[in-house]
């Protein structure tokens, strides 16, 4: 199991938002469960977005008004008879605080006030609240979670991403019906953050290195590429002649057993092989192209850790241990780094 305190390390990377200013005291705090974590990112991230103002949008909104603005809806005024009362019943844009963003963090404030968080942080929520008079709740199960963000709204980005996790987390009991969260996330939503997470890490910790979550076209010798799936890499750092390609994994299970025998998963194993022997292709013969399994370690007492050379390339399979010190899993993903490129953090 993930200590809560690097779910916090590893969503602080995935989401620049947890490392400005307003959540240095989120980095500070011990946290039992991932709900009093997800309670202390939502009450600092929503205390920043307050000062900032509630985002707005526009609203459609149809009353019956004395002073006539919008659209005039003359069959609804007929059929309501407002002229009785010297009234128009008027279609109109509301410039609204009832936004959808504000509507999901409302209702994910309230789950936490009844999921049975610390007292102090509950006082915190419903402190906060108090500015989300003038917006709906909602139920959660409805929600789109498809966003598109830009300037206006590009704030609520990581309070979204934070506000699914919570909502996915959530499990109903069946005792007096109070809202429990689980002490940990599941292996789906681990094994994203677990990709996010590298990849920013690279991103933040070695500059001089181009990480991307790259893709990597099909090396055909025609131009015919229809019903081939799409190469997609989790993590590619590449610096001058030199490229790794990294696919992390996140399973229960990292080995498989045939015949009594524990191996590599075959599928995985395929899958790096085809990446590096195409972008090798792609790149030339004077580029040096790499692989690595990268796994999360899981309770299996067999942890692979092997290398092997593939005609002409090398592919590397190891695990990183998530249930240790932050500082030792950042000392080998620099490791990794050191040993391929011979670069330093900076």
Same mark, same amino acid.
């Given at each position: 199991?993930?200590?809560?305190?690097?779910?916090?390390?590893?969503?602080?990377?995935?989401?620049?938002?947890?490392?400005?200013?307003?959540?240095?005291?989120?980095?500070?705090?011990?946290?039992?469960?991932?709900?009093?974590?997800?309670?202390?990112?939502?009450?600092?991230?929503?205390?920043?977005?307050?000062?900032?103002?509630?985002?707005?949008?526009?609203?459609?909104?149809?009353?019956?008004?004395?002073?006539?603005?919008?659209?005039?809806?003359?069959?609804?005024?007929?059929?309501?008879?407002?002229?009785?009362?010297?009234?128009?019943?008027?279609?109109?844009?509301?410039?609204?605080?009832?936004?959808?963003?504000?509507?999901?963090?409302?209702?994910?404030?309230?789950?936490?006030?009844?999921?049975?968080?610390?007292?102090?942080?509950?006082?915190?929520?419903?402190?906060?609240?108090?500015?989300?008079?003038?917006?709906?709740?909602?139920?959660?199960?409805?929600?789109?979670?498809?966003?598109?963000?830009?300037?206006?709204?590009?704030?609520?980005?990581?309070?979204?991403?934070?506000?699914?996790?919570?909502?996915?987390?959530?499990?109903?009991?069946?005792?007096?019906?109070?809202?429990?969260?689980?002490?940990?996330?599941?292996?789906?939503?681990?094994?994203?953050?677990?990709?996010?997470?590298?990849?920013?890490?690279?991103?933040?910790?070695?500059?001089?290195?181009?990480?991307?979550?790259?893709?990597?076209?099909?090396?055909?010798?025609?131009?015919?590429?229809?019903?081939?799936?799409?190469?997609?890499?989790?993590?590619?750092?590449?610096?001058?002649?030199?490229?790794?390609?990294?696919?992390?994994?996140?399973?229960?299970?990292?080995?498989?057993?045939?015949?009594?025998? =524990? $191996?590599? %998963?075959?599928?995985? +194993?395929?899958?790096?092989?085809?990446?590096? @022997?195409? /972008? &090798?292709?792609?790149?030339?013969?004077?580029?040096?192209?790499?692989?690595?399994?990268?796994?999360?370690?899981?309770?299996?007492?067999?942890?692979?850790?092997?290398?092997?050379?593939?005609?002409? =390339? $090398?592919? %590397?399979?190891?695990? +990183?241990?998530?249930?240790?010190?932050?500082? @030792?899993? /950042? &000392?080998?993903?620099?490791?990794?780094?050191?040993?391929?490129?011979?670069?330093?953090?900076?």
């Amino acid at each position: 199991m993930i200590p809560v305190r690097n779910i916090y390390y590893m969503l602080s990377y995935a989401f620049r938002a947890l490392r400005e200013n307003g959540y240095k005291r989120v980095e500070t705090e011990s946290f039992e469960n991932t709900a009093e974590l997800f309670a202390a990112i939502l009450i600092s991230g929503i205390t920043l977005q307050v000062k900032r103002g509630l985002g707005r949008e526009y609203i459609e909104a149809t009353e019956s008004l004395s002073s006539p603005k919008g659209k005039l809806a003359i069959a609804e005024s007929l059929k309501r008879q407002t002229h009785l009362k010297k009234q128009l019943v008027c279609t109109y844009d509301d410039f609204s605080v009832n936004a959808r963003l504000n509507q999901i963090l409302k209702s994910s404030a309230l789950l936490l006030l009844r999921s049975g968080i610390s007292k102090p942080r509950r006082k915190s929520l419903r402190r906060l609240l108090a500015y989300f008079g003038d917006v709906d709740e909602i139920d959660l199960r409805t929600v789109d979670w498809n966003f598109r963000y830009h300037r206006n709204n590009k704030s609520y980005q990581m309070l979204m991403a934070i506000c699914f996790l919570l909502y996915q987390g959530l499990l109903q009991t069946q005792s007096d019906s109070r809202t429990k969260l689980m002490d940990f996330l599941d292996d789906q939503h681990l094994s994203r953050l677990y990709e996010k997470f590298l990849l920013a890490y690279y991103r933040r910790e070695f500059p001089q290195l181009s990480a991307r979550a790259a893709q990597i076209p099909w090396q055909l010798d025609g131009d015919r590429d229809a019903l081939l799936p799409v190469m997609q890499t989790d993590v590619t750092l590449s610096h001058r002649d030199k490229t790794l390609i990294i696919d992390a994994k996140y399973y229960s299970r990292a080995l498989q057993s045939q015949y009594d025998k =524990n $191996t590599l %998963r075959s599928g995985h +194993l395929y899958q790096i092989f085809t990446y590096v @022997k195409n /972008a &090798a292709a792609m790149k030339g013969q004077t580029h040096e192209v790499s692989g690595m399994l990268l796994y999360a370690k899981t309770d299996e007492s067999l942890a692979p850790d092997q290398t092997y050379s593939m005609t002409g =390339n $090398t592919i %590397r399979v190891e695990t +990183l241990d998530l249930n240790q010190d932050f500082s @030792k899993i /950042a &000392a080998q993903l620099n490791r990794i780094v050191e040993e391929h490129f011979n670069l330093r953090r900076t």
